[in-house]
T-cell receptor
Framework: AQSVTQLDSHVSVSEGTPVLLRCNYSSSYSPSLFWYVQHPNKGLQLLLKYTSAATLVKGINGFEAEFKKSETSFHLTKPSAHMSDAAEYFC????????????FGAGTTVTVRA | SQTIHQWPATLVQPVGSPLSLECTVEGTSNPNLYWYRQAAGRGLQLLFYSVGIGQISSEVPQNLSASRPQDRQFILSSKKLLLSDSGFYLC??????????FGPGTRLLVL
């Protein structure tokens, strides 16, 4: 079985300050982990993915995430938020045992204050 | 690179009417195709996936059905819409274990 828990349903930050979005996963097998971003009324865009290579993964738009097996976490960070980062973010897990089907977290909505 | 098209972008339908949403892909062959629904303020739920022409797997029992008449075409249908069918419908593709990529979505409002 596999599942994802996003620990914050909503995060509010000031422009130029760091962003932290927390994600914990549960998986019986070695997981692949993803972060997707969704802007209002748009499809999902892949930010970054972890697939058993380097544990620190760098993605687009200055985002990065660190896979910590001991903590079963895959938190997403960005050193300096931009107004365009306001969106909904989904943490996602897949495993070979589940035919690589995706399991989504409930999402975290990020608002950025000027 | 691959591209996913979804049509229409927005749809308002009365309860009890039929539904047909289309997803077509370009730039790849033999993809796995997926239909997801996103209800307001919630995450994504996998509805159907297909590994090839005519091959459909349903993930949850519901009022909807899917078909794959061509390699690069995936259709989501209903004979009679329910209010609960309202949501944002996303088509996605991948090949094997690779990353899934998503289309722009169709917003459906059932009144």
């Amino acid at each position: 079985a596999q599942s994802v828990t996003q620990l914050d349903s909503h995060v509010s930050v000031s422009e130029g300050t760091p962003v932290l979005l927390r994600c914990n996963y549960s998986s019986s097998y070695s997981p692949s982990l993803f972060w997707y971003v969704q802007h209002p009324n748009k499809g999902l865009q892949l930010l970054l993915k972890y697939t058993s290579a380097a544990t620190l993964v760098k993605g687009i738009n200055g985002f990065e995430a660190e896979f910590k097996k001991s903590e079963t976490s895959f938190h997403l960070t960005k050193p300096s938020a931009h107004m365009s980062d306001a969106a909904e973010y989904f943490c996602v897990v897949s495993t070979r045992s589940n035919d690589y089907k995706l399991s989504f977290g409930a999402g975290t909505t990020v608002t950025v204050r000027a | 690179s691959q591209t996913i098209h979804q049509w229409p972008a927005t749809l308002v339908q009365p309860v009890g009417s039929p539904l047909s949403l289309e997803c077509t892909v370009e730039g790849t062959s033999n993809p796995n195709l997926y239909w997801y629904r996103q209800a307001a303020g919630r995450g994504l739920q996998l509805l159907f996936y297909s590994v090839g022409i005519g091959q459909i797997s349903s993930e949850v029992p519901q009022n909807l059905s899917a078909s794959r008449p061509q390699d690069r075409q995936f259709i989501l249908s209903s004979k009679k819409l329910l209010l609960s069918d309202s949501g944002f419908y996303l088509c996605a593709l991948n090949r094997g274990s690779e990353t899934q990529y998503f289309g722009p979505g169709t917003r459906l409002l059932v009144l």
